[in-house]
């Protein structure tokens, strides 16, 4: 009856200890040990006399160039700069730890990035997920943006495998789930984004070596959602809010989106666009950088048509430059209470 | 009897990080994996069952792992196999297969042999546990 046993040369070497295979009595969900960012180089433990130089391993991790590119193509938004820095410390110190063979439990790196639109919350987490492959923290270093679509089904049933598949897609990466208080609808008891938060706190408990969750929304509705979630808000350790944009930071803005189109400003637009910022600021649905961009969009149509308008031949100097006339036809200077050109076309 | 199949039957059973270095090969190659289960050991049996569905656009495998984690917990003492699928144009098949969990005990096949006209003998596996009916082979392990 007894089959013949297993072919020569595959018996499993008594080594090899660590095998997937299911047998009974063992879990064998948990024998995958985390791995330790810091160790997976096979270092050996340093003496306790040693001493490690931070400002190298600063070089070698290349966050430099993160911080570099975050200060050059992000204006202002100093308190979040600050908070990045941060953090990149407590990550770079914790690999100097382990080093020594500290104990480091991994630091909980969940974020929330509260803020009114247009702060550059994306553009940030962007820059984060970078920041932290770039110190071994995240193995691929990519960035998974959702809203409550992807996240939440439409029928029973339908929520749990729709929510797992985007954790499964932002595994090794970042999640950024935007508008993230969406998720949560307190008028609606069965709402199925309940499910999905439940999902995403288990995942964010237990498989924190794996991703890191960022919300990002609005600050007032962010915060009523952790209030009625004080799991989500407990499992989030940095609460990072972005200031809204002072004038000259939109100007400087600006100016920097206009280089990056190959436009620029004649010397008296210069002072019309400044104008327009401060009249587009105080009025409804004004969304920072957003808005700025979308300005200058529409003023780089007012321009086509005003060359296209004219029978003389054009040059380079023309092409690149917008004069205040592309701005001033703008409805923000023709109404002081207008709705304001460049967040859409309804008038109240 | 230990049954083989697959990329890797040739080796020794893969360690769960052996496993990730593998689904992380096939998923920056583009592969879309998925994880199937049988309790139907023959050699035969291309129709495995599908655990969830194939995973598309992963970037880590982390995610796979996961799946077959799962798919250990819910399926003990089953065959679990991981494939991964080329899209590509031109390939558009199964790129790698390799079984990552078994049952504890194999008992193995019978060989039949049926005479047949003209002294012929006719030869057929029977695979013991097949006597049991689906979902009560290997020690009654649904």
């Known amino acids: ?348 | 009897m230990h049954i083989t199949q697959g990329t890797f039957s040739y080796l020794p059973e893969l360690t769960d990080d052996e496993i990730r270095k593998q689904i992380q090969y096939a998923l920056d190659n583009g592969w879309a994996c998925s994880v199937e289960f049988t309790d139907d050991p023959h050699p035969r049996n291309v129709y495995w069952e599908m655990w969830g569905l194939p995973m598309f656009d992963l970037e880590d495998a982390a995610g796979v792992l996961a799946e077959v984690n799962e798919c250990r917990k819910a399926k003990p003492e089953h065959y679990i196999k991981l494939n991964a699928y080329d899209a590509s144009y031109g390939k558009q098949t199964t790129a790698l297969s390799f079984i990552v969990a078994r049952p504890s005990e194999e008992p193995g096949f019978r060989l039949d042999r049926q005479e047949w006209h003209d002294r012929t003998i006719r030869y057929t596996l029977h695979p013991y546990v097949a006597e049991k009916p689906h979902g009560e082979r290997y020690n009654g392990q649904k």
């Open chain 1, 1 to 348: 009856m007894t089959p013949p046993d297993r072919l020569p040369g595959s018996e499993i070497p008594a080594s090899r200890v660590g095998f997937g295979m299911s047998r009974p009595g063992r879990n064998s969900a948990g024998s995958a040990t985390p791995e330790e960012p810091d160790n997976d180089n096979g270092e050996e433990t340093l003496p306790p006399d040693a001493q490690v130089d931070l400002s190298k391993d600063r070089a070698e991790t290349g966050i430099d160039d993160v911080f570099k590119a975050l200060d050059e193509d992000l204006v202002g938004l100093a308190p979040v700069k600050k908070r990045i820095q941060e953090v990149a410390a407590l990550l770079l110190v914790d690999r100097a730890r382990a080093r020594f063979g500290l104990s480091t439990s991994r630091p909980n790196l969940h974020m929330n990035f509260t803020g009114s639109p247009g702060t550059g919350k994306t553009t940030v987490a962007v820059r984060m997920s970078d920041m932290l492959h770039r110190l071994g923290y995240l193995r691929r270093g990519h960035l998974v943006s959702v809203t409550r679509d992807d996240l939440v089904g439409q029928y029973v049933g339908h929520t749990a495998p729709k929510t797992k598949e985007v954790l499964k897609r932002a595994m090794g990466g970042v999640l950024f789930i935007d508008e993230a208080y969406y998720l949560y609808r307190e008028d609606n008891e069965r709402d199925y984004g309940q499910e999905s938060i439940e999902i995403l706190l288990q995942v964010m408990e237990n498989q924190r070596e794996d991703l890191v969750v960022i919300l990002a929304g609005y600050k007032d509705k962010m915060d009523s959602f952790f209030a009625a979630n004080p799991g989500m808000s407990s499992r989030i350790a940095h609460h990072i809010d972005f200031p809204d944009y002072t004038l000259d930071e939109l100007n400087d803005i600006g100016k920097l989106m206009m280089r990056d189109e190959g436009y620029r400003f004649s010397e008296e637009a210069e002072k019309t666009f400044r104008d327009y910022l401060k009249r587009r600021k105080d009025q409804p649905r004004f969304a920072n950088a957003r808005s700025v961009r979308n300005a200058i969009e529409r003023a780089r149509l007012r321009h086509a048509s005003r060359l296209m308008e004219t029978d003389e031949s054009v040059g380079k100097d023309q092409l690149i430059t917008l004069t205040p006339d592309d701005f001033l036809r703008s409805r923000v200077f023709a109404e002081r209470d207008g709705d304001g050109d460049s967040d859409g076309d309804s008038k109240k």
